[in-house]
């Protein structure tokens, strides 16, 4: 069966995960919440590149085909680092800048980024934004409380209030759409929307349309499998199924 690890600083990969089980229903993922070091917004990027190299060790283990690194941060400060020490495929996650090259916006849209603190100050996120807004057409814009404010809301089952004052600094910016730049993001889609009259825009689907590209010659043939899941927090650091938390609708 092909095998499929993620690992992110905490829960904000289940939405990338989600789009991945809908993809590639067949695949066994193996989910790494790192929860015990999370989040990654305000780690030096000197600890996030030893947490990848931890993680990816961990999933290794299980014999997975590929890893996804379902975490922005992650990614920014570490994706090239781990192609470089391991011979199995990696794929990341990006803020979805490359949209504003892909469907045309009118003038009176307007386009912002919402990343963690890291991304924002990342190299990778830095040239990413040259490369593909080099108009500097898309607004930036980061949260170091964000990320851990949804984690903790998710685990008490209601929403903080907190997550309300972070969002203040886009509202009345005149932004029509903004772009999810954390994975966590998108668990609160809905809230962000209401609050900001933004659409959101999240990478989502095209990564898991990557992962699909590079695995294809894995995928099975003939009849459908039925896929599996199974998660491990590194507060706990054992394998089982994922809990069930009220706010978040998997």
Known sequence: MLKIGIFDSGLGGLSLLRELQQLIPSAEYFYIADQAN????????EFILKRCQELTESLLEKEVNMVVVGCNTATAEGINWLRARFSIPFVGIEPYLNIINQREFSKAEDLAVLT??????????????????????????ASSELAALIELSLERGEWDS???TELKML?????????????????????????LKVTCISPGREVANRVLEVLADKLPQ????????????????????LPQWPLLNF
Not at 222 to 241: I, K, P, Q, Y
Request: with cysteine; proline share 5%.
């Open 116 to 141: 963690t603190t890291a991304t924002l100050k990342s190299t990778r996120f830095v040239e990413l934004k040259k490369r593909l807004d080099p108009e500097g057409k898309i607004s930036t814009y």
């Open 222 to 241: 003939g009849g459908a499998l039925e896929g599996s899941l199974s998660f491990m927090s590194t507060r706990d650091m054992n394998w089982g199924r």
């Open 162 to 164: 907190q997550i309300a």
């Open 171 to 195: 509202q009345g910016k005149g932004h029509t759409h903004l772009i999810l730049g954390c994975t966590h993001y998108p668990l609160i889609e809905e809230i962000i929307s209401q609050q």
């Open 38 to 45: 999370a989040p990654y917004g305000e780690k030096s990027p």
